[in-house]
Every structure is written in structure tokens, then in C-alpha cells.
């Protein structure tokens, strides 16, 4: 992937932040009476323009709240005698101490820096200092969430790259799993790979989870709504997928079970490899040559005729519990799962 690609999200924002900046700083001189704060406006725009248009919202009435309530602090603090820079300290630590509230979100660390702007800066006159900040912020945010609508980002395609990630490390899992059958002891991959899985996954929800996201007040994304949809129902796809492989090692992960499987008691060890590799090849997102649906029948008939023969007493509980994890994995990824 190029650089564009891969970083093409982080610029469209520097794009967009740059743009409402020259914006705000243009609007704000036509505001009268504010050129010695027209830089705030600027300010506003680029803290406020985020990836999608929903979080640019949201973090607009955050910012917002959060400069009030610091300026708020600040106008109070302002009032008490100069004692050795006490008011300072004060106005930060009451400003830290209410930055801690949920409602500010991401945008808490303006708290304690609008009190401080308020009281060192705007001493003079706190309340037309505070007006000037907060009305120019709120102006540079207004135009932040105006050019993120006009020219919003949809990451399209970006699922791909999760959904491949989560496949492979599910099937390089079910390998390691078959290795640890044939051996009747468990592989010490497979603790880390099950983390591998579990990260994957998380990768993938964080990217549905941005997806919808930027679908919220995005005018993009009504003429993507079908790619969309698709892509979200993959990542579901592939969620379902990786929770049934870890159960599967949850199954193969006792050492009495493994051992079970290799002892000569059991006959069914060498179809349980099979089966484990077959689906592991299906769910395995690097071309191997061999057409998806070959692969697909191919592992069916692994699952099927290790289903199909009675197993051992000594091994009857756990081959019953890879065949119905198996099968699970099959009818979940549906033909194909490329």
C-alpha cells in the first residue's frame, strides 16, 4: 500500500483542519472589536475536526463547554488578592478537578487552560475576555463542522485490511491447534496466537465501529450505503468467525484432551488434524491456488467423515466438540469466505 493509502485518512484531516483554519482566521476579521483574540478562531476550527462529522460535532459543544466552565473559573478566581501566584494554582487545580467530568470528553484539557487564559490573560476584564474566547472558538468550531460536512471523509474499503488480518490469525490458530493434537501437547504458540486473535478482532470492531461513525450526517455515505452495508456485515462475519475459533481452543486447550486425542486409544487424532487444517486453509485470506469452493467441500468432507465415525470412549466428548465448532465456522463464513 502506498503512503497515501495507508495515511489517507490522517491527511484528509490535516486538509480539512488547514482549511477551516484559513476560514475561521478570515471570518474572525469581520468580527469587530476582537483583533488582538482573532487567533482564537483558528484555534477552534482545527480542535474540533475530527475524522467523521459526528465527532466534529460533538466535540465542538464539548470544547465549548469546557472553555465556559474554565473561563467561568478563571472570572471567579480573578476576584481574590494576588498572594505569591496562589490564584494561579488554584484556578489550574479547580479547573483539573472539574476537567474529570464525563461531559467534556475529549476536549477536558481546555478546563484548567481557560481558566488560566482567563485569569492571567484576560484580568482586565475577564467576562468581555471570555466572551471574546469562547465567541471565537465558537465561531472557528461553526466553521470546522461546515467544511466537515461539505468535504467528509468515509473510510470505505479500510474493513478489508481488518477482516484479512482476523482471518489469517484465526487459520495460522486452527494450524497450531492441529499441530497440538498430533503432538498430545499444547503448542506454546497458541496462547499467544489466541491474543493475536483477540487483537484482530478488536482492530475489526474499532473499524465498524468508525464506520458507522462517519456514517452519521455524512451526505457521502448515502451513495455508499450498499458497499457499506456489505462491509459491515464481513466484519460481523469475521467477529462471529474469530469467537468460535477461540472457543475451539478453549475445547482443544486441556492437556488431558490433547492427550486424549494422540494416545493410541483414540483413533480419531489424525481426522481431527485434518479437519483442523482443511477449515483453517478455507478461512485463510492468502491465495493458495486452489479455487474457494474446492477448499470449502474439501473441508466439509473432513468435518463430515470425522463426524461420521464413532470415536473412541476415551476421546468421544472432545472430537464431538471440534466437529460442532467446525461446522459452525462453515456455516457462519457461508461459501466463499473470500
Known sequence: MTFLGRHRTRLAIAGRSALAAFLAWHAAGLVPGVEDYRYYAPLGAAIVTYPTVADTVSSSWRALLAILAGGAIGAVVVLLPDAAGVPVGLAVGVGSLLAGLRAFGAQRAWVPTAALFTLVVGSGDPVAYLAAYAGLVLLGAGVGVAVTLL?????????????????????????????????????????????????????????????????????????????????????????????????????????????????????????????????????????????????????????????????????RDVVAQVVGHLRRLLVVTGPPVR
Open 151 to 315: 468535504l467528509p471523509s468515509l473510510p470505505r474499503g479500510q474493513a478489508g485490511s481488518a477482516e484479512r488480518r482476523a482471518l489469517g490469525e484465526v487459520a495460522v490458530l486452527l494450524e497450531d491447534l492441529a499441530e497440538a493434537v498430533e503432538t498430545g501437547a499444547a503448542e506454546e504458540s497458541v496462547p499467544d496466537r489466541r491474543e493475536a486473535v483477540r487483537s484482530a478482532l478488536a482492530e475489526a470492531r474499532a473499524g465498524e465501529s468508525e464506520t458507522e461513525r462517519a456514517r452519521r450526517g455524512n451526505l457521502r455515505a448515502r451513495r455508499h450505503v450498499e458497499e457499506l452495508g456489505e462491509e459491515a456485515r464481513a466484519l460481523q462475519v469475521v467477529d462471529r468467525v474469530g469467537r468460535v475459533a477461540l472457543d475451539l481452543a478453549d475445547a482443544l486447550g486441556s492437556t488431558d484432551d490433547l492427550a486424549a486425542l494422540a494416545s493410541d486409544s483414540c483413533s480419531a487424532g489424525g481426522r481431527v488434524s485434518v479437519a483442523l487444517r482443511a477449515v483453517g486453509r478455507v478461512l485463510d485470506p492468502e491465495p493458495s491456488g486452489t479455487p474457494a469452493e474446492k477448499l470449502r467441500d474439501r473441508a466439509g468432507r473432513a468435518v463430515d467423515e470425522l463426524a461420521g465415525r464413532e470415536a473412541d470412549a476415551a476421546c
